[in-house]
């Protein structure tokens, strides 16, 4: 039993990541159908900038929260541009073609950002201050909790947070909802649906680089392919929880990392990924629209 | 670009050397191209380039598998090194393991792919594309991570001491011997894959990739034939597998990763998807372009990715794309007088009524005589959320009528359609066809049956040719097997000469042969239902449903398609008709049924249903009610 709240910690810890990730794709998706490969490696870059910020430019010496709050700011920010620019010169001109050219147009913007971060960062692991937040903790009954996982999963709570009061609560955000439902109707509507979808890529990205940020400084380690299994599995969360439904999202991302950490702690970490596609597989071939329900239509 | 090129005098004999080749057959240009190559490199007597060689073929045939997925199938297939992996297991450890013979193992190491492959398809082509790319993708994954943590496939450390293929005595152990088995399987793969390509299942996939609803409603049965592309890709992956293996000698699951499979996508979609000189041209740049820049080698995923993206965006047809000839229709066909041709087609219509009825009587079914019941629809409902669209509705329609469903839009007419031919299943009610429940079935078995029909919105294949897109309305009736297909047989090429003859005659029915050639959306609207109406006649149905024919057109056009209906129902096919204009509907109908709300209001003849008080009042209003009487004016 103690075994097993200690997996659901750890597993929550992470599954916050993978759902801050699958966000920035159901998000995407929801809006243009584009699966947005590129969105574990804008993680990837976002772990990086901030690693950047922090070790590089020394910013680790800064007060603790002014570092956060620049290591956490400025690979945002970055992370968002670099999303833009892709949107910009890699898919805008393929918004209206088929699904393959889309597909694999995503797939080299994947490689693409793969391969720059190794070119400009070194194909070594890099590593985060270590001791940036106090590694102790405390123990409730025999679960080990500490300071660092409460921090990362409240800062993510607050994003999703932000997030679903965005969408909901102003004008851009009905915007959004109505651009999943019917783009030409939107449009007749007098929304700007192309800075409406810049608007999607930008908060994706937001979220990724966040996440990259928090597995840097849960895991300490970097590495330039990080954002290839991370993307991965927030897609399959994205897509366990419903495509295009921002609270299936956030809790597929939880049930991939509790996945994941009863996976490693019952049987080995070596079987993480056929248990998490085996599960993916079998819950599509059962529900094809997720646990929690698609958000949209399918393009005919 | 090609007519621009036949303008010029070179054009011209760059055009007619082109024909001249193109009527040689398919695999005797391949032969002589591959031992071509095969003899350059072998003079080269060079170990260096010819163990390159030998990887551009591995490459090759890997994409010419992957082709039958993507290029010609449509479907994203992302894990495409699983089958790469299981091939090559299976051969390594019925080598190593069990000792047997290369040669020996390949049979097996094919069966297992395809087994794989049609484990994994069956459940997952159901699925959305872009779906369907991560289930691959996973299952590539999954594929990988499974021989890394097996211990009897040496875990991470792989099979090692793959022995040397043996060929009776001879041990195959140079590069060159390789390099000649790859080119012998290459040659196999791409003779096979052009002739797929042209058969009914080539057709097929085209129709599945333009449109699938449409294709699986006009008898195409879209997720076998997804399947089946699916297993046979697989199958080749498998037998590259195994070369790869013997060849190197040792496998790891370092081998198999997903950068392979994006590798080999990028293999098709450099080339050109769909086109087979081009999965040759893009194995060549994918392999051999590293070679060339080999201090370039850090980058040389960069290059790629760059490379990739710019291809999609300034050359997405790829580098030797596929070519579409444009289709000569009826090339080498015998003309045929124009009262021959409908006598031809009564003939032929009559004897596939009869042997149908003769086999739906030996099966021990009621067979209806002219002017029994047909088609059945008992208590019918269907219900969108809260909307009843269709609302117990009942009627009968009788062998050999007219029949036609009016109403006011949304009256549930088109639902009706949809729960007749299989696209939706409705919520309540039996539909009987023939004596025989038709609720459930797929739309492709329900044309197979004997019902086709037409869409309200059009739903041709829009890049096909006309006769095309009628023989994708031919596919349930031919006889052919897939492997005579794989070979091109005199047996299946007499079957798509006889398909070609039958797809003509139906456009001569309609009055569009000369409008053959054409691409299906160069035609005007009107015409585009014809071939409508000729495509869903292809299959000698016994029943069919037109929705709404004659949208569109102009009053000449409407007298002609009169015409046609009435033609149709002299051939013995009953017609069933949704349709607003009135006059036409008068004209040609035995009985009407008036739909409104999703509920069947009247049923009768024109003129009955011309005086019911209740269909007026649908159409019109109620009498105090001031727009009804204005709109009667009007009337």
Redesign the interface.
Known sequence: MGDFLQYTVIGLTVGSFYALVALGYTIVYGII?L?NFAQGDLSMVGAFLGWTLLVSFGFEHLPIYLALVIAFVVPMIGTAVVNLGILQF?YK??LR?S???I???A???S??L???A??IWGAAIEAYPPNLLPSSGFFVGPVHVTYVQIALVVASLLLMGGLVAFIQGTTIGTAMRALAVDHDAARLMGINVDAVIRIAFVLGAMLAAASGVMLGIYYVQIHFTMG?LLG?RA??AA?LGGIGNIPGAMAGGMLIGLLEAYTTGYL?G??E??V???V??TV??VK?TGLFGERVA?R? | MIAQLTERPVGRVYATVRDRLGRTPYWSRVVVSLVAIGVAVIFWNDDYVTAVAVSVATYAMLGLGLNIVVGYAGLLDLGYAAFFAIGAYTSALLMTQAHWNFFTTLPFAVLFTGTAGAILGYPTLRLRSDYLAIVTLGFGEMTRITFNNWEYAGGPNGVLGIPWPNFFGYELNTQADFFIVGLFLLAIAMIFAEHLDHSRLGRGWVAIREDEFAAESVGVPSLRLKLFAYVMGGMWGGLAGAFFATRIGAIDPTSFTFQLSVLILIVIVLGGTGSLPGVLLGALVVVALPELLRELSDVRLLVFAILLVGMMLLRPQGLWPRIRRKPKPFYGLQEEEPEDVAARILREHQVQMEERDRRHAAAGHKVPAAGEILLEVDGLVQQFGGLRAVDNVSFSVRRGEIFSIIGPNGGGKTTLFNCITGVQRPKRGRVLFDGRSIVGLRPHVIVSRGIGRTFQGIRLFKNMAVFENVMVGLYPRHRTMTWQAMLHTPGERKDELRTLQESRRWLSFVGLESMAGQLASQLSYADQRRVEIARALAAHPHLVLFDEPAAGMNPTEKLELVGIIRKIRDLGITVVLIEHDMSLVMRVSGRIAVLDHGILIALGKPAEIQNDPAVIEAYLGREDDDMGRLTAQEA
């Open positions: 159908r699966i890699a001109p393929l073609r699904l393959l050219a597909l694999i147009t797939l080299g913007m490689l693409l793969q391969n720059s190794e070119l290839f991965l897609f399959t897509v080995s070596t079987w990924d056929v998490v596609f085996g993916l597989i599509l071939i094809p399918e005919m």
